[in-house]
């Protein structure tokens, strides 16, 4: 099968806005941006660049009901620095019913979408390890 995922699609009422979060909080590159829609990508030239799906901001009337369907994990090197940068730039902590005892914090961006920071990976859990 020749398929592959281009993008994933975040709906918002001020697209601009929280493509700004998110390139900010991911170190992307936006490579595209009209009033209703941005699109962000890896760093040119990263191993993700051309590999790993853009983000595309598109913008519609109604805010977001409920919790998402799907959502982002992050995996970081430092998950306290990690989340303590992402609540500089507005991400918040939520409770989304995970409990006290998960190895992962829940956080949503300023138009309140769930994302995951995932602890880091120890040495013999990476590619190289």
Same mark, same amino acid.
């Given at each position: 099968?020749?398929?592959?995922?281009?993008?994933?699609?975040?709906?918002?009422?001020?697209?601009?806005?929280?493509?700004?979060?998110?390139?900010?909080?991911?170190?992307?590159? !936006?490579?595209?941006? =009209?009033?209703? &829609? @941005? *699109?962000?990508?890896?760093?040119? +030239?990263?191993?993700?660049?051309? $590999?790993?799906?853009?983000?595309?901001?598109?913008?519609?009337?109604?805010?977001?009901?409920?919790?998402?369907?799907?959502?982002?994990?992050? !995996?970081?090197?430092? =998950?306290?620095? &990690? @989340? *303590?940068?992402?609540?500089?730039? +507005?991400?918040?902590?939520?409770? $989304?019913?995970?409990?006290?005892?998960?190895?992962?914090?829940?956080?949503?961006?300023?138009?309140?979408?769930?994302?995951?920071?995932?602890?880091?990976?120890?040495?013999?859990?990476?590619?190289?390890?």
């Amino acid at each position: 099968m020749d398929l592959r995922i281009q993008c994933l699609c975040v709906d918002t009422n001020d697209p601009a806005s929280l493509a700004s979060f998110w390139e900010a909080a991911l170190g992307w590159r !936006r490579t595209h941006e =009209q009033p209703d &829609e @941005v *699109a962000l990508e890896p760093p040119a +030239g990263t191993p993700e660049d051309g $590999v790993v799906p853009d983000l595309l901001f598109l913008r519609v009337p109604e805010g977001k009901r409920g919790k998402n369907r799907l959502h982002l994990d992050l !995996r970081p090197k430092d =998950q306290a620095a &990690e @989340v *303590a940068r992402l609540e500089g730039l +507005g991400a918040r902590r939520v409770d $989304v019913g995970q409990g006290g005892d998960v190895s992962w914090v829940v956080m949503a961006d300023p138009d309140g979408n769930e994302f995951c920071v995932l602890r880091a990976l120890r040495p013999e859990e990476s590619a190289g390890g």
